[in-house]
């Protein structure tokens, strides 16, 4: 008995830290390796039960959810039934289906025995009337979490997480700020938690006016993200970003990081984290270039004091020649080139060649003999108001939406298969294409189809 116990512990070790260090692959595929070993037969519900976790924290939220409920029909205890709850919950708020999280969500805080469990719950059903704009429900649950930790010895770390929410909650920014800081501090904490800390400082900044200083504490949080290798973590970051800078008018800064932001959102969980890394370094490199150059043009003005009187002259009439030069204009595209890309995009749809894979704006324009690159963004973003790329996805899932509700067959392939005959390169890629235009997942858009 003993040995079969650290047994167990060793491998929730071992999956603990898998998932501490984001290597969610690994995971997967050792959780899968101890539940087909005999041995671990006694094991195998709390064993499912991290396997639904990774796959939800890996947005495999189909394959989640099947695990999900095919393990919790032969689960007959009780709290393991209301741990599954909890995944699902989570799941089904992750897709935006938020009346089935709620209503599983409220499973796990009437029948679980598990405080902390219940403060977690409590803070999501807060989050999730946040959404639902229920700002009186999502303060009745927050209440309810700060009282649980408050009658509780529970750990340290949550206690001081539902303290400080609750702090933010109630407009004590101060102290939400001073727990914030705490947490980054402990060396124990996780990145993700280190991360959420940046971006709760940065919130409590907004709300003091004090954009200037929320702004790099956004940054840090941006640069978190990258080390998660979560896009939807780095959209929000770079969102939060977008909104500071754009408050303060420094737009130029903003569209560097609606730059991530875009490629984040079309982008898969199988991105390269260095492309959004590079991204990042080459606009800091230009910004310090800037600065460097704005210093030696500050010492060249100090240096050259003793002479400024010889070249003023020189001075006002330069700045007289240049008033009178033209403002930068639009790019303007002649006609025949407007005829090009105009029958190159109705080519596109005709024959539907957004079905073939990896088409870049380059290898559009080559095919087509578009001259410029630039050409086609600027025609697609006057007309569509949307990138390229997103242009594409949406021939894509348009297509993807109109067969399976026409083609009986085409429901019966599996979602990677759907994704790779409708141009993606892989299947979340597409899962996430999907949500955005039709606010839910292909399987379950499937689902309510065969229903």
């Known amino acids: 008995m003993t040995s079969s116990v650290t047994s167990q512990d060793t491998i929730q070790q071992k999956i603990n830290y898998y998932i501490s260090q984001v290597k969610l692959d690994s995971a997967k595929t050792y959780i899968k390796a101890n539940l087909a070993d005999k041995n671990h037969i006694n094991y195998k519900n709390k064993l499912n039960y991290q396997l639904v976790k ?30 599954f709850n909890f995944l699902i919950g989570c799941i089904y708020s992750a897709i935006k289906d938020y009346k089935k999280s709620i209503e599983y969500f409220n499973l796990v805080v009437n029948y679980g025995d598990s405080p902390s469990l219940k403060v977690q719950t409590y803070l999501l059903l807060s989050e999730l009337h946040v959404d639902l704009n229920d700002s009186i429900s999502a303060e009745k649950q927050l209440t309810k979490a ?161 002479v400024i009187f010889i070249f003023i002259a020189l001075y006002f009439n330069t700045k007289r020649k240049n008033s009178k030069k033209s403002p930068t204009k639009k790019i303007v595209i002649n006609n025949s080139e407007i005829e090009k890309i105009d029958s ?27 001259k410029s690159e630039r050409y086609l963004s600027e025609y697609i ?4 108001k949307k990138s390229f790329t997103v242009f594409l996805n949406d021939l894509r899932i348009e297509f993807a939406h109109d067969r399976l509700l026409n083609d009986h067959q ?35 858009f499937i689902t309510t189809l065969s229903n």
Request: with cysteine; hydrophobic share 30%; proline share 1%.
């Open 344 to 370: 190159a995009i109705e080519t596109l749809k005709s024959k539907q060649q957004f079905l073939k894979a990896n088409i870049s704006r380059k290898s559009f324009c080559t095919e087509y003999d578009i």
């Open 54 to 83: 990774v796959l939800f924290m890996q947005s495999s939220y189909e394959e989640a959810l099947q695990h999900a409920f095919s393990s919790i029909d032969n689960i007959e205890n009780e709290n393991e039934k209301v741990n």
């Open 146 to 306: 700060y009282k649980i930790t408050k009658n509780n010895n529970l750990n340290n770390k949550i206690t001081d997480h539902v303290s400080m929410v609750y702090s933010f909650f109630k407009k004590n920014y101060e102290i939400c700020k001073q727990q914030n800081i705490k947490t980054i501090k402990d060396t124990t904490s996780f990145l993700n938690t280190r991360s959420y800390a940046y971006s709760m400082i940065g919130d409590c900044l907004i709300k003091q006016d004090s954009l200037n200083e929320a702004s790099i504490y956004f940054e840090k949080f941006l640069k978190l993200t990258f080390e998660t290798k979560d896009p939807e973590q780095i959209k929000v970051a770079a969102k939060k970003l977008i909104v500071v800078y754009e408050k303060l008018g420094k737009q130029e800064k903003a569209n560097t990081y609606h730059k991530i932001y875009n490629e984040a959102k079309d982008d898969s969980l199988s991105f390269s984290v260095e492309k959004y890394r590079d991204m990042y370094t080459i606009e800091k490199d230009r910004e310090l270039a800037n600065a460097k150059s704005a210093r030696i043009k500050k010492n060249y003005i100090i240096g050259g004091l003793s």
């Open 410 to 444: 085409f429901r019966n392939y599996k979602i990677e298969e759907i994704a790779k005959e409708c141009g993606f390169g892989s299947k979340k890629s597409f899962e996430r294409a999907f949500i955005t235009k039709y606010d839910q997942t292909p399987f379950k």
């Open 381 to 384: 973003n006057d007309k569509y």
